[in-house]
């Protein structure tokens, strides 16, 4: 292929101008260089099958590659917006334009792949090839594998193992701008609409949630003032203690290289931390690409014989934040109101519904992929088939949470519970916990009667907590467990 063959880079999970793979290596290639975004309606059907009208994520796009289409332009580029199936959509883009490649940044999710290799195969029957580039992990694949060649199932080696492996080369940011002036304009058309796209507003304007490659920096420099105090914030759901970068980096709206290197430079136990949550992305993108069985089975196939209760009510209790347990409760409001949750919250929701509940963690995990707005396939299943103790490195299945004290340990004035439920607000620092435990008086004097203004706990948790351990037990044939 000639040096100075044009191209054509397919944004996806990628939606930003700088330290972008495949942008950087279309550039340099010295062709004139198109940008295209597809609006893929396989995905956007799939929602809207499952009676979704309206999704932040559609906005929080919409709002990022308007950005990015003005910061194209400036440069004398633009983005080619499109809306239909990707996998039609991008040859015939590319036959169009008469380009000699097609570039992009690898997926790793299943379905991903597919659609990656019909697009693949559509062009080369075109005469055109599909370049593909590392860019939304550190480390990809088999990058990071056990001394017998074998890919890590446990994460503190591979964590080990992957800084090990880390050099300032894995970390340096790809100099897009060095060749910028190979950006093509793109034909005429415009972005289209919301309404277009077939979805109605949310939200999202009001939860002043910054979008695109600017409201990535804002938050990354305000990160930046509080990285040091992580470690010793990051579990308390009412502090200001997480990054809140998570759907940008769902989005891509700046790049992983950038945030390890900021870590891994800094230092200190704030940093560290934060660094090790990192890794624990690479982690389950290895998982997902090794194992994609992960997406609707175990990890662990023989927890696939766990027999899990099947009740509609408590399930609906759980997603509509009315189980009588506070924290979790507040956790689920949160979510439905935010398109966000804590990440310890996230453990603490899924222990409650895997092992109180006794529900199928699958549930679980497909209604946090409606609600997240940082959703992320790999993620979301490793820490899904963690809490469930069904997946790599999970949480011991003898292992579980107690919501009550959970909720004293990281909410312990109750000031998350008193944000997210406004019903038990008055209850003191102690009934908030256990507002069930309030006499009839402390009820009546913080204006909240359990069973009616808040539910009474659906499942007694002692009770609960040895219906799971009997659950696994049937399955693993394991002796007596110890005490949480």
């Known amino acids: 292929m000639a040096r100075d063959a044009s191209r054509l880079v397919w944004f996806r999970r990628d939606l930003r101008l700088d330290d972008h793979a495949a942008l950087y290596h279309a550039l340099r290639a010295g062709g004139p260089t198109w940008c295209l975004f597809v609006f893929?309606?396989?995905?956007?059907?799939?929602?809207?099958?499952?009676?979704?009208?309206?999704?932040?994520?559609?906005?929080?796009?919409?709002?990022?590659?308007?950005?990015?289409?003005?910061?194209?332009?400036?440069?004398g580029g633009g983005l080619m917006v499109r809306h239909g199936r990707a996998q039609d959509m991008v040859p015939a883009v590319a036959r169009e334009l008469g380009v000699a490649a097609v570039c992009v940044n690898r997926d790793y999710e299943p379905a991903a792949i597919r659609r990656d290799a019909v697009?693949?195969?559509?062009?080369?029957?075109?005469?055109?090839?599909?370049?593909?580039?590392?860019d939304q992990v550190v480390f990809e694949c088999d990058e990071v594998l056990t001394q017998g060649g074998k890919p890590f199932s446990v994460f503190t080696p591979y964590r080990n193992a992957w800084l090990k492996k880390l050099t300032a080369f894995h970390l340096k940011a790809y100099p897009v701008r060095t060749y910028i002036?190979?950006?093509?304009?793109?034909?005429?058309?415009?972005?289209?609409?919301?309404?277009?796209?077939?979805?109605?507003?949310?939200?999202?304007?009001?939860?002043?949630?910054?979008?695109?490659?600017?409201g990535a920096e804002a938050l990354f420099d305000d990160f930046r003032e509080r990285i040091d105090r992580y470690k010793t914030l990051r579990d308390y759901p009412a502090a200001k203690g997480p990054s809140y970068l998570s759907v940008h980096l769902r989005f891509g709206t700046l790049s992983i290289r950038r945030l390890a290197r900021e870590a891994h430079e800094r230092g200190g136990a704030g940093a560290e931390t934060w660094l090790s949550e990192l890794i624990w992305r690479d982690f389950y993108f290895?998982?997902?690409?090794?194992?994609?069985?992960?997406?609707?089975?175990?990890?662990?196939?023989?927890?696939?014989?766990?027999?899990?209760?099947?009740?509609?009510?408590?399930?609906?209790?759980?997603?509509?934040?009315?189980?009588?347990?506070?924290?979790?409760?507040?956790?689920?409001?949160?979510?439905?109101?935010?398109?966000?949750?804590?990440?310890?919250?996230?453990?603490?929701?899924?222990?409650?519904?895997?092992?109180?509940l006794g529900i199928d963690w699958r549930r679980g995990e497909h209604w946090f992929a409606r609600q997240l707005n940082d959703f992320d396939l790999a993620a979301n299943n490793g820490g899904w088939q963690w809490a469930a103790s069904t997946g790599c490195d999970?949480?011991?299945?003898?292992?579980?949470?107690?919501?009550?004290?959970?909720?004293?340990?990281?909410?312990?004035?109750?000031?998350?519970?008193?944000?997210?439920?406004?019903?038990?607000a008055k209850f003191d620092n102690t009934r908030i916990h256990a507002p069930w435990l309030a006499?009839?008086?402390?009820?009546?004097?913080?204006?909240?009667?359990?069973?009616?203004?808040?539910?009474?706990?659906i499942v007694d948790h002692a009770q609960a907590r040895e219906a799971t351990l009997a659950r696994f037990k049937a399955v693993k044939g394991a002796s007596e467990a110890p005490e949480d």
């Open 40 to 75: 893929d309606t396989d995905i956007l059907d799939e929602l809207r099958a499952e009676g979704v009208s309206a999704d932040r994520r559609v906005e929080f796009i919409l709002a990022s590659i308007r950005e990015l289409d003005d910061a194209l332009r400036a440069l």
């Open 119 to 134: 697009v693949e195969t559509a062009l080369a029957a075109a005469g055109i090839a599909l370049e593909s580039w590392k």
């Open 181 to 214: 002036s190979a950006l093509a304009p793109p034909p005429p058309g415009g972005l289209p609409s919301l309404a277009e796209l077939g979805f109605a507003p949310t939200n999202l304007s009001s939860l002043k949630l910054p979008t695109g490659m600017s």
């Open 286 to 356: 290895q998982i997902l690409w090794h194992h994609p069985q992960v997406v609707g089975a175990c990890f662990r196939p023989e927890y696939d014989a766990l027999r899990w209760e099947d009740d509609d009510a408590k399930f609906s209790a759980w997603c509509e934040g009315r189980t009588g347990y506070p924290l979790v409760d507040a956790a689920q409001r949160q979510l439905a109101q935010t398109g966000y949750m804590h990440n310890r919250l996230r453990m603490v929701s899924a222990s409650f519904l895997t092992k109180d």
């Open 394 to 424: 999970a949480q011991p299945w003898f292992r579980i949470f107690n919501p009550v004290t959970q909720s004293q340990k990281f909410d312990a004035d109750g000031q998350f519970i008193r944000r997210y439920c406004p019903e038990l």
């Open 439 to 457: 006499t009839p008086l402390e009820q009546k004097m913080a204006g909240c009667a359990i069973g009616s203004d808040y539910p009474a706990p």
